[in-house]
């Protein structure tokens, strides 16, 4: 197991989302050691906003030492306001191998449950079964674009392993939580060639499916017909959701008009 870089002090911690299927959310880790190379839309805007200055400093998380404090302070102001927060869109809750943010989150998310906030959890670590005993409100979510271990540690390289990602997810599941997943950033076929429909398979236990193409990319934009594959995908997913009663959300962008 693997421990934070430090610590750090915030003077406020929740906040609304621009993000088109998110309410509120917090971040109370900086960095991820993921290392996501898709490229990771987090680490750009850390560094650009000069909140981190390279790929090997974002890879060393530091924890938000006043978490806890915030929220007392932040929840008794919000909680009117707030529908649900999602943990977290900047960093990742639940890192892989680092049980120091791992307990963290869950305290913050025993905080909010306790004001009668549901959480929504989104993360490429390893969900604790422990999040069983939270609110049976909470939904939680693991992001998944490719079945291919080897693939998977080119792209997600300090992520956890794929099978142990879904293993976690369905024991979730079996105990009566909701879950989904998240299928984005997905990559265009000269990036990484594989059958959208053994992915979609491997989850149809899931309650909710986000389906999203990759962006930031020029492999991307140079696969010719990027456009119609993306569209397709997207069908795909939709069908397949409509089939097994699944709720779906295709991410603004994806689907492209010719």
């Given amino acids: 197991m693997k421990k934070v870089k430090g610590y750090i002090k915030r003077k406020t911690l929740l906040y609304k989302t621009g993000v088109e299927y998110g ?4 971040n109370h880790i900086q960095g991820c050691t993921h290392g996501c190379k898709y490229p990771c839309y987090a680490f750009m805007m850390k560094k650009r906003f000069g909140q981190v200055k390279t790929y090997n400093d974002w890879l060393e998380p530091y924890l938000v030492s006043n978490t806890i404090e915030l929220l007392d302070k932040e929840i008794p102001k919000l909680k009117n306001k707030i529908q649900a927060v999602q943990l977290c869109f900047s960093s990742d809750p639940f890192m892989y191998e680092y049980p120091e943010i791992e307990q963290m989150s869950i305290e913050v998310i025993k905080k909010l449950n306790n004001a009668g906030i549901k959480c929504s959890i989104l993360t490429k670590g390893v969900l604790p079964i422990e999040l069983s005993n939270l609110s049976k409100d909470n939904e939680y979510g693991i992001t998944l674009v490719s079945l291919d271990e080897d693939f998977r540690e080119k792209i997600e390289p300090g992520a956890a392993p794929i ?19 998240s299928i984005e950033p997905y990559p265009t076929p000269n990036i990484y060639n594989q059958d959208l429909n053994k992915i979609l398979c491997a989850i149809k236990f899931a309650d909710k499916i986000i389906f999203g193409r990759m962006n930031y990319n020029k492999e991307v934009t140079a696969y010719k017909t990027h456009k119609d594959f993306f569209n397709s995908c997207a069908t795909k997913t939709i069908k397949f959701c409509n089939k097994y009663g699944i709720t ?3 991410k603004k962008g ?3 008009e010719k």
């Fill in 254 to 256: 994806t689907i492209i």
């Fill in 23 to 26: 309410d509120y959310t917090i």
């Fill in 248 to 250: 779906y959300h295709i």
């Fill in 163 to 181: 099978k142990k990602r879904l293993n976690a997810l369905k024991a979730l599941h079996d105990a009566g939580c909701k879950t989904w997943v």
